[in-house]
C-alpha cells in the first residue's frame, strides 16, 4: 500500500517550528492589542467572485492560484488565498460603517494558493494580517507599517529591510500607466513571454518581473506622475516613518501583485531566506469596499507570512525569547509518593507554573535528566520521607541547590519564584 502523505506544497507545523508558530501568534496579538485592534475570523473559503472582484481578475492569484471547487448545490467557492478580501466582505455583511469610526481588525490562520512549491512557498501557508476600515491620513499608513516593525522587533528578527513605494490613484495611475506602457512597447523584443502578455493588461507587473525589471531602469517612476493629493500623501508617511526611525527606503518598482491597491504599498524583505524573502506585505486600498458594494470607505493593512517569518529567525539562529511561564517537573521517588506528587502537580498548575504529567516508577537519574531537557526550573522529588515529615524537596535546576519546605508552603514558595 502507498504512504499517505500531506499534499504537495503542504506540511505537518509540529515541535520547535510549531513552538515559534505560537510565540510568533502570541506576540502579534500582544502588539495588535497595544493599536487598538482586535480578532475577527472569517470562512476559510468564500464565494468565488468575492475574490476575483477585489484581487483583480487579471492578477496571478486569481488566473491561475485558486483552490475552486463546487458544492453539491452547484455553487463555487474558493479556499482563500488571502485574508483582506473575506475581511472587507465581513465589514459590509455587518454595515460595520453604520456602526460609526474606525474598524481596527486582525486575524490569523491559513491562506492557500496552487503555487509552484519551492522553499519558503507553499500552497497552504499562514498569514497574520490586519485592516484597518476608515481613515484615509497617513498616520495610518505609517502606523501600519510600525506595527509589524514592532511585532518583527518583539520576536527577535531584526534582520530586514522595508520597501516602500506609491502606486498613485485613480486619478494619477492612469497617466502613469500609459507613459510606462509607451516606454515598455519600446523595449518589447527585449521582454520575456510572460512580461509582453501582461504588458496589456496590467504593466505595472512588468516592473515586478525578476527577469525583465534589471533591463528597465529608466522606466518611467510613479513618484514623477503622483498628483498633488497623493504627493502629499507619500511625503507625510514617509516623515512619519522617518520621525519614528524606522529604517525605510523607498522603491520606485514595488508595485504588488494584487489590484487592490492604491497609494501607499510597502514590503518587508529578508536577506536571510533566498528567492521568496518577502517576509510581510501590505499598503492601502481606498476602493476595494466601494468595488465590493460596500459605501466608499478607505483602508489600509498588512499581511506577513508565518511560515517565512519562522524560516528567517531560524536562518538567523536568533534565540528564541525565554518564555514567561515556569517549568516545574515532579518526581515520585517510589509508587506510595505518587497521589501525593499528582496533587502537588496539580497545585502548581494552578498557580499557573507549567507541570508535565507525572510519571511513577522511573529512574530518578532519568527524571532528572528529562527535566533540564525540556527546560525546566525545578525538580520536585517526593519520597518516604518527604511523605513522613510532609515536607517537598525542590532542586533549583539551574543552581543546583537543594532545599527542603513544608507542603503547606508550597504555595507562598512559587508565589515569589
Ligand atoms: P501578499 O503579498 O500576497 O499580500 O502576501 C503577504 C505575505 O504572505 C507575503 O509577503 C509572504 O510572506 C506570505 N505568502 C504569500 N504567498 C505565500 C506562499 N505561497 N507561501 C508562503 N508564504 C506566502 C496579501 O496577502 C495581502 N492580503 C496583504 C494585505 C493585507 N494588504 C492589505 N491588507
Given at each position: 500500500?502507498d504512504?499517505?502523505k500531506a499534499p ?13 508558530f ?38 496571478d492569484?486569481?488566473q ?5 471547487f463546487?458544492?453539491?448545490g452547484?455553487r463555487?467557492?474558493?479556499?482563500r488565498p488571502?485574508?483582506?478580501a473575506?475581511i ?5 455583511e455587518?454595515?460595520l ?7 481596527r481588525?486582525?486575524?490569523a ?6 503555487e ?27 502606523d501600519?507599517?510600525?506595527m ?9 528578527l531584526s ?9 498613485g490613484?485613480?486619478?494619477c495611475?492612469?497617466?502613469?500607466r ?6 515598455l ?6 521582454l ?5 502578455q501582461r504588458m496589456?493588461?496590467?504593466p ?5 518581473s ?13 513618484k514623477?506622475f ?7 500623501h507619500?511625503?507625510q ?20 501583485g494584487?489590484?487592490?491597491?492604491t ?16 517576509i ?8 476595494l ?11 489600509v493593512?498588512?499581511?506577513?507570512g508565518?511560515d ?10 536568533t ?14 521517588l ?6 501525593m ?16 504529567p507525572v510519571?511513577?516508577g522511573k ?9 533540564v ?19 517537598l524537596?525542590?532542586?533549583?535546576l ?16 512559587f508565589?515569589?519564584?
Amino acid at each position: 500500500m502507498d504512504i499517505l502523505k500531506a499534499p504537495k506544497g503542504t506540511r505537518d507545523l509540529f515541535g520547535p517550528e510549531m513552538e515559534s508558530f505560537l510565540q510568533l501568534e502570541e506576540t502579534a496579538r500582544r502588539v495588535f492589542h497595544l493599536y487598538g485592534f482586535s480578532e475577527v475570523r472569517t470562512p476559510l473559503f468564500e464565494q468565488v467572485d468575492l475574490f476575483s472582484r477585489s484581487l483583480g481578475e487579471t492578477s496571478d492569484v486569481v488566473q491561475k492560484e485558486m483552490f475552486t471547487f463546487v458544492d453539491r448545490g452547484e455553487r463555487t467557492f474558493a479556499l482563500r488565498p488571502e485574508g483582506t478580501a473575506g475581511i472587507v466582505r465581513h465589514y459590509i455583511e455587518h454595515s460595520l460603517q453604520a456602526k460609526g469610526g474606525l474598524h481596527r481588525l486582525y486575524y490569523a490562520g491559513p491562506m492557500f494558493r496552487a503555487e509552484r512549491p519551492q522553499a519558503g512557498r507553499y500552497r497552504q501557508f499562514w498569514q497574520i494580517g490586519s485592516e484597518y476600515l476608515g481613515p484615509s491620513d497617513p498616520g495610518s499608513d505609517a502606523d501600519t507599517v510600525l506595527m509589524v516593525n514592532q511585532i518583527f522587533k518583539e520576536f527577535g528578527l531584526s534582520n530586514f529591510s522595508i520597501h516602500v513605494n506609491s502606486i498613485g490613484c485613480k486619478n494619477c495611475r492612469p497617466i502613469y500607466r500609459k507613459a510606462l506602457l509607451d516606454y515598455l512597447k519600446t523595449k518589447e523584443t527585449e521582454l520575456t513571454e510572460e512580461s509582453r502578455q501582461r504588458m496589456n493588461i496590467n504593466p505595472l507587473r512588468v516592473l515586478d518581473s525578476k527577469a525583465d525589471g534589471p533591463k528597465l531602469l529608466d522606466a518611467p517612476s510613479m513618484k514623477e506622475f503622483l498628483c498633488a493629493e497623493c504627493k502629499s500623501h507619500h511625503a507625510q508617511f514617509l516623515s512619519l516613518l522617518k520621525t519614528s526611525k524606522a529604517d525605510y527606503f523607498e522603491n520606485p518598482k514595488l508595485v504588488r501583485g494584487l489590484d487592490y491597491y492604491t497609494r501607499s504599498v510597502f514590503e518587508f524583505v529578508s536577506p536571510d531566506l533566498g528567492a521568496q524573502s518577502a517576509i510581510a506585505a501590505g499598503g492601502r486600498y481606498d476602493e476595494l469596499v466601494e468595488n465590493l458594494g460596500g459605501p466608499s470607505v478607505p483602508g489600509v493593512g498588512f499581511a506577513l507570512g508565518m511560515d517565512r517569518v519562522v524560516a528567517a529567525r531560524i536562518a538567523k539562529g536568533t534565540t528564541e525569547p525565554a518564555s514567561k511561564t515556569k517549568k516545574a517537573f515532579v518526581i515520585p521517588l517510589d509508587e506510595q509518593s505518587f497521589p501525593m506528587a499528582f496533587q502537588v502537580a496539580q497545585n502548581l498548575r494552578q498557580q499557573s507554573i507549567s507541570v508535565p504529567p507525572v510519571v511513577a516508577g522511573k529512574k530518578l537519574k532519568n527524571q532528572l535528566s528529562h527535566a533540564v531537557e525540556i527546560g525546566a526550573n525545578w525538580a520536585i522529588l517526593i519520597g518516604e520521607d518527604e511523605l513522613k515529615q510532609g515536607i517537598l524537596t525542590i532542586k533549583n535546576l539551574s543552581s543546583r541547590e537543594q532545599k527542603q519546605i513544608k507542603q503547606s508552603e508550597l504555595k507562598e514558595f512559587f508565589k515569589n519564584a
